[in-house]
């Protein structure tokens, strides 16, 4: 027997790295008033895909008739439940409401495992709904970036649109499309930096028919930046937006205190899920462009009015955790903190356990030897867990209320008495 294709079992080293993700981003968002909520890892599959195309994820959907002969499917992401949750709870919740929540989604995509792209994974998400402003759009994208600065994730750049601004630029040099041809033209353009310039030109022209210059005048446009000609589009709308951006971009910047070359524009990132009306962003690793966006989102203007008769406008960010999990387990060099406390008497346990109990109420996390093998033994499995202190408890230590301290690297022992929670602390830390 073996696991299916996509999914993956999750070692002790790989969930460290996970709840710390999920630690860190939680706590980050706790000290900017985000609270903590959940939603069913089951839904009516109508909950999920509404009665529109939400673009490809609707083919990735794990949909299936349960038990009671109910059309149900797995969510593919926690923004739609979340907006079901928002309509369903209306009455109970303060707005505008920021809400912070983990768990596992499930797409039926082609997976990429190298790239950390499975069929199962986990999202850490923060929302404001309730609210539509810059100043909500800036604090989401400020959230994920303080978040991957507290992660020591390294470098990165966050990239920001409006998908406003793209469809006005599609719209004016290919003013004949329908919704669905424009929607095909944005999942394309959504690819640019993924399948190159090429091959985003070719796809466009198959979905059009239109003529390649006008393809390769859009996509020079998409790469204007601050360069763009605004005064071509006012009746669009199009230069409203772009100063409300830009203002967003310079929140955000105030908010994280982040630099100007981490926080850029790009006309080029759409998202492909079909719901964002405004805002999006995406966030590279510079050291490991090749996972792609390990944080992403946007603003979502209908998408809880699906469920309600009422608008609400909502803004959201997620991080890929499993994804930032790979980068981050691959950089860590950092060895574990926890001791070993090594029993090598029987008539010692009793006292051993009473050592585990002081540290562990003082915060101190501890391994206490369960096997009743041999010093020699115990001592083996710490070095294979990578402990780098072991408390060894017998006899003699159980009479004197001591600790004898093994340092592993050094093979150095030294005795404490069991008060001495600081100096135990304190070699920790050597």
């Known amino acids: 027997m073996s696991r299916l294709k996509g999914f993956q079992d999750l070692m002790p080293a790989v969930m460290e790295v996970r709840w710390r993700i999920i630690e860190v981003v ?28 939400l673009g490809e994820t609707i083919k990735q959907v794990y949909r299936f008739t349960d038990g009671g002969g109910r059309d149900v499917g797995l969510r593919f992401d926690l923004t739609v439940p979340f907006a079901r949750f928002v309509a369903e709870h209306q009455h109970e919740l303060i707005f505008p409401f920021k809400r912070i ?16 792209r499975f069929r199962q994974f986990c999202q850490c998400d923060f929302d404001i709904v309730g609210v539509d402003g810059g100043s909500a759009d800036a604090e989401v994208v400020a959230l994920a970036y303080t978040s991957l600065q507290a992660l020591g994730a390294g470098e990165f750049t966050i990239a920001l649109n409006d998908r406003q601004i793209t469809l006005a630029l599609v719209r004016r040099l290919m003013p004949k499309l329908d919704a669905v041809a424009m929607d095909k033209v944005l999942i394309a353009i959504d690819k640019l930096a993924k399948v190159g310039r090429e091959r985003v030109l070719a796809s466009i022209v198959t979905i059009t028919n239109a003529q ?6 859009l996509l020079a446009l998409l790469t204007l930046g601050d360069q763009l000609p605004l005064s071509e589009y006012s009746q669009a709308g199009v230069q409203e937006r772009w100063q409300r951006l ?29 719901y964002y009306t405004g805002i999006v962003f995406e966030t ?14 946007g603003r979502y203007a209908d ?28 950089q860590s060099a950092s060895p574990p903190t926890t001791l070993m406390l090594a029993v090598v008497a029987t008539t010692a346990r009793e006292y051993a356990y009473q050592v585990a109990r002081d540290l562990r109420s003082n915060g101190i996390a501890i391994d206490v030897d369960v096997s009743g093998k041999g010093l020699k033994q115990q001592l083996r499995y710490a070095h294979r867990q990578g402990y780098r202190k072991v408390l060894i408890v017998g006899s003699k230590e159980a009479d004197t209320a001591t600790v004898t301290v093994r340092d592993m690297e050094t093979g150095t022992e ?6 001495e929670l600081g100096g135990i602390l304190a070699l920790l830390h050597k």
Request: with cysteine; glycine share 12%.
């Open 284 to 297: 590279e690793l510079r050291a490991a462009a090749e996972l792609g966006s390990v944080c992403s989102g």
């Open 212 to 217: 390649v210059a006008a393809v390769e005048e």
């Open 101 to 116: 929540q983990f768990g596992d989604v499930f797409r039926g995509e082609k997976p990429q495992m190298e790239r950390g």
């Open 26 to 53: 939680v706590q980050m968002g706790k000290r900017s008033g985000f609270k903590l909520m959940d939603t069913p890892t089951l839904e009516y599959y109508r909950t999920l895909v509404g009665d529109n195309d």
């Open 303 to 330: 998408l809880v009015s699906r469920f309600a008769n009422k608008p609400c406008a909502g803004v959201g960010g997620s991080i890929g955790v499993d994804r930032l999990a790979m980068h981050l387990a691959a």
């Open 246 to 274: 830009v203002s967003t971009r310079a929140e955000i910047l105030a908010m994280s205190g982040g630099q100007p070359h981490e926080v850029v524009i790009d006309l080029a990132i759409v998202r492909g899920l079909g």
């Open 414 to 419: 030294q005795v404490l008495d069991l008060q």
